[in-house]
């Protein structure tokens, strides 16, 4: 019995080491947030979720991204605003509740 | 500063304007929340994963674009239109030049005779060199067109391009054998068989088929041939040879 009783607190110990992978809760979250991410994206306008890939992801300069979309500089940073807006409102609720 | 707004906070995100805001949010409690909500919504937009790509992506964004742009087609499309004309046209210009010589000079002198036989040579370079660009257009569309994206591969357009490049093929084949360019009248003999088997090609055909189709181009060596035959026209246009008893030579492949 006191044999039972060590095993199942090493069984404890072992579960309550920090893990190198995220969790499930994470996962999970992760899981809607990239989903969330997904469903927002594929709203945006053509020129809104091109302008926002372009300088999110790529990196690319407002100049640099004008000129691919045949936009005027101030035209590239609003379509960028904008989509940075509809992500917002759409993932604040779940990034908020989450922090 | 005044607080910045929600653009000019976007922008200092993404290091677009910094004028102010930095020093700003060092003072500004209330900004500063705002930012870092801002920050923590574009962060977790990087969790998205970046979906990996298969060999065929680069293909795939062509197909995707390629119907929303202009038609490069149009050029050839534009020398179809022409190409009637313009063949006529060729072959109206070697007569009449025939003629003229042969009118005008009953008896012509040994070098009279090599200078007429180099200003035929000469228009019949022109007008092969033109057709010789087409046929290069429609084949290259043809060896580079994407896989079928539904089965089958739509080449009708190449097709009537292939049928009218071969009439003037034929002429100007003939043409050049009668005038004894024999190099000229083996390429348009090579490049009348590759025309032959896109023309009579069915006018959807399948990725087998495509490739069939782009081996015979490769196997003929067609576009190699008509490229060196197109560069070589092109010195002869700004370099005339100088009249000489071998009788300006011919073009050789």
């Given amino acids: 019995m006191a044999e039972s009783g060590s095993s199942e607190d090493a069984g404890d110990a072992v579960h309550a080491l920090p893990s190198h992978t995220p969790g499930p809760e994470r996962l999970l979250f992760s899981g809607r947030v990239q989903r969330c991410v997904a469903g927002t994206l594929d709203q945006l306008s053509r020129q809104e979720r091109t302008a926002f890939v372009l300088r999110h992801f790529e990196g690319q300069s407002i100049e640099e991204i004008g000129a691919a979309l045949g936009l005027s500089g101030s035209a590239a940073k609003h379509s960028i605003f904008r989509a940075v807006q509809k992500l917002r409102r759409a993932l604040e609720p779940l990034v908020n509740v989450q922090s | ?253």
């Fill in chain 2, 1 to 253: 500063m005044n607080h910045p707004n929600e653009e000019q906070l976007v922008l200092y995100y993404y290091g677009e304007e910094t004028a102010g805001v930095e020093d700003h949010l060092g003072e500004c409690e209330s900004c500063r929340g705002e930012y870092h909500a801002l920050q923590r919504v574009l962060n977790s937009v990087d969790s998205l994963p970046v979906p990996e790509r298969d060999g065929d992506y680069e293909s795939q964004v062509w197909r995707a674009v390629a119907g929303a742009l202009p038609r490069k087609r149009s050029f050839a499309a534009r020398w179809l239109s022409w190409k009637p004309l313009i063949a006529a046209a060729g072959v109206a210009a070697l007569v009449i030049a025939a003629f003229l010589v042969g009118r005008g000079f009953e008896k012509p002198k040994p070098g009279q005779a090599v200078a007429d036989s180099q200003v035929r040579e000469r228009i019949l370079l022109v007008a092969v060199g033109d057709h010789l660009e087409r046929s290069q257009t429609m084949l290259v569309e043809l060896s580079n067109a994407g896989a079928p994206q539904s089965g089958e591969l739509d080449i009708s357009y190449e097709q009537r391009a292939a049928e009218d490049l071969l009439e003037s093929n034929r002429l100007y084949r003939q043409t050049a054998a009668s005038a004894g360019d024999v190099a000229t009248a083996s390429l348009l003999e090579d490049l009348e068989r590759v025309l032959l088997e896109v023309a009579h090609s069915p006018s959807a055909i399948s990725e087998k088929q495509l490739q069939d189709l782009r081996k015979q181009i490769e196997d003929q060596g067609i576009l190699f041939k008509v490229r060196v035959f197109g560069s070589q026209v092109e010195e002869r246009e700004v370099e005339p040879r100088p009249a000489g008893p071998q009788g300006g030579g011919k073009t050789t492949l």
